[in-house]
């Protein structure tokens, strides 16, 4: 007899499913004044979907730029460490067989990204001193530029038409000689185009969508989708910008642009990149919501699918459209899995 959805949808995700981008130090350091936040705001939802392993963003907010921009992202990391500390469920990893381990004892890896390398500033030397602290993934910009590249912009053809400036040739050339994850998530095109022809190693996407739902230069062209999967690198697929109406913001619709990253690569190229964010959405004021929309778009929320503990939503659906165990397996975990043992 064959096993029940609930059955399988356990067994899929016993692995523990791994989210490649959480902005998760900034809401720790932005709730610094309490303690155990990752217990009381963030534990409950990531059992509940059987995560296993999460991308945790150092992000810096605008009110802390330039200045405060290192201060910021060494306190965002020391408050990880903090709460890490104090919460047996977790662990932080930096290589791939501290992950494996992390999992075999049940525990919820973080792996420390960042998303802009606005902490470094213009200071190579920093980004060893980002690693010696834990951090394994990085992505040049978030949508706005920095003195390493310039991000791509919530519009078509709006961004930058400019690659890296040589400092941010320098970054990237870094990033691999230190063994640091390479993210093309938020570049802008002509920085993609830079980095694919300056690096050898497979690149990832860490949250990111294809262009042809929703078309702006924030998500990825279907060549730059190609051209990753070609390097055997891993396309991690946002569940917050899978089209630019609330329509096209459903399970279904997050399911179609995995099952487009497959048709333009393969299912060994694709994976997740939740990049849940209504938390802290639902933190901000009416005018920080309105400044959000203004800056970058109108964020839709896909209904059963807002937070990690309805990640269990996308494994039944993908299983009610015909996914084999096997595959869904590489989504969920795998993929992410054979880049980490191959880069960490
Ligand atoms: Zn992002």
């Given at each position: 007899m064959t096993d029940s959805v609930e059955a399988r949808i356990d067994r899929l995700h016993a692995p523990g499913v791994i989210d490649?981008?959480?902005?998760l130090l900034m809401d720790l350091y932005e709730k610094r004044k309490r303690k155990n936040v990752l217990r009381d705001d963030f534990q409950p939802q990531l059992e509940a979907g059987g995560i296993g392993v999460v991308g945790a963003a150092i992000y810096i907010d605008e009110p802390y730029l330039p200045e405060q921009a290192l201060r910021v992202g060494l306190d965002q990391i020391a408050r990880l460490y903090e709460e890490v500390d104090s919460n047996p469920r977790f662990t932080i990893v930096r290589t791939y067989d501290e992950i494996v381990r992390a999992r075999q004892a049940g525990k919820i890896a973080l792996l420390i990204t960042m998303e802009g390398v606005e902490p470094i500033g213009t200071d190579l030397n920093l980004l060893r001193v980002f690693y010696e602290l834990g951090l394994r993934s990085v992505g040049l910009t978030h949508a706005r530029r920095n003195m390493a590249a310039d991000g791509g912009l919530f519009?078509?053809?709006?961004?930058?038409?400019?690659?890296?400036?040589p400092f941010g040739r320098q970054v990237v050339q870094e990033l691999e000689r230190l063994g640091i994850i390479i993210d093309l998530a938020h570049l802008n095109p002509a920085g993609v185009d830079d980095v694919l022809a300056l690096t050898k190693r497979p690149l990832i996407f860490s949250h990111t969508n294809p262009r042809k739902f929703y078309d702006i230069d924030r998500n990825a062209s279907d060549d730059h989708i190609r051209a990753v999967g070609a390097r055997g690198g891993v396309i991690g697929v946002?569940?917050?910008?899978?089209?630019?109406?609330a329509e096209q913001c459903t399970l279904d619709g997050y399911v179609d642009n995995i099952e487009y990253v497959v048709e333009l690569?393969?299912?060994?190229?694709v994976a997740i990149?939740?990049?849940?964010?209504k938390f802290i959405w639902d933190q901000w004021t009416p005018t920080q919501q309105a400044a959000l929309v203004a800056y970058l778009a109108q964020p839709h929320f896909i209904p059963d699918l807002q937070?990690?503990?309805?990640?269990r939503n996308l494994t039944r659906r993908l299983i009610e459209r015909g996914w084999k165990d096997e595959d869904i397996a590489k989504l969920l975990y795998g993929n992410w899995m054979r880049v980490f043992k191959e880069l960490l």
């Open positions: 490649m981008h959480l902005d519009g078509a053809n709006t961004s930058s038409r400019h690659g890296l400036p946002n569940g917050a910008l899978v089209g630019s109406t690569t393969n299912v060994d190229s990149g939740f990049d849940y964010f937070h990690h503990g309805q990640a």
